[in-house]
Structures are given as structure tokens and as C-alpha cells.
């Protein structure tokens, strides 16, 4: 889903975000905050943007190891969906976008653990809680 609404201004959008890549050094790109809200912008309108369930808003402070190729920029991105449900683990997903034809590529994505399963740690919780322990 496009949450960014204003349809006239999709062009402007995948042209401004080419034109602030055209601007940085191949590389490692270590300041990712503009860069984050120009692709957020025009992510719908890549191809291939919604594989693995990707919207452009997901982008926001979640963008890890970022690089620049030209025309491929790449990175990944930990989509915590299952940590909410209680899993102990997340999806790390790499993407290649290649700006010249506008397609977004899903590559191989990573389960890491993140630490305890919620579920155990509100069970240790409750029993410390029913020793009189808390």
C-alpha cells in the first residue's frame, strides 16, 4: 500500500531519489536519512517492492549495512512481525534495488534469533511471581 498518496508527484519521486544517488561516492552509506525517505517515496513504484510483504513506510530507522554500487544500492532489513507474536526471531531480508530499471530484489532472507521466546520469559516471569520472588 502507497502511503504516501499524491500519485502526480510518483515521477518526481523515483527521479529525485536517482538524483540523490547519482550525488554519493560508491560505497558504504553511512548517513541513510535522506536516502531512507527518497526511496520510502517511490518503493511502491519499483518493481518487485512488495515481495516478502515490503511497504516503503517499513523502510523508516530500519535500514541496515547500505551500499552503493551503481546502479544496484543494497541493504537489509530486519522485519520484526514475528517478535510481536512471540517468536524469538526476526527476518532479516537483503534487497538489491536497481535504480536504472526500477526493480526491487528480494534476495535471500535470514532468520536470526533475537533472544528469549516472549512466551518463556513471561512464563519464568509468572512462576518468580509465584515463589513470592518478585
Request: aromatic residues 8%; charged residues 25%.
Amino acid at each position: 500500500m502507497n502511503h504516501f498518496e499524491n500519485d502526480a508527484k510518483k515521477p518526481e519521486a523515483i527521479a529525485a531519489f536517482s538524483d540523490y544517488l547519482d550525488g554519493l561516492a560508491p560505497g558504504q552509506v553511512r548517513d541513510t536519512g535522506r536516502l531512507e525517505t527518497l526511496l520510502a517515496l517511490c518503493w511502491e513504484d519499483l518493481t518487485g517492492s512488495s515481495d516478502g510483504g515490503m511497504e516503503g513506510n517499513k523502510l523508516f530507522g530500519r535500514m541496515e549495512s547500505v551500499e552503493w554500487w551503481p546502479p544496484l544500492l543494497t541493504l537489509k532489513i530486519e522485519r520484526h512481525g514475528g517478535v510481536f507474536l512471540g517468536s524469538s526471531r526476526t527476518e532479516l531480508q537483503h534487497w538489491a534495488i536497481d535504480i536504472s530499471k526500477k526493480i526491487a530484489s528480494l534476495g535471500v532472507a535470514a532468520i536470526v534469533n533475537t533472544g528469549p521466546r516472549n512466551s518463556d520469559w513471561m512464563w519464568r516471569l509468572s512462576r518468580t511471581m509465584s515463589q513470592g520472588r518478585f
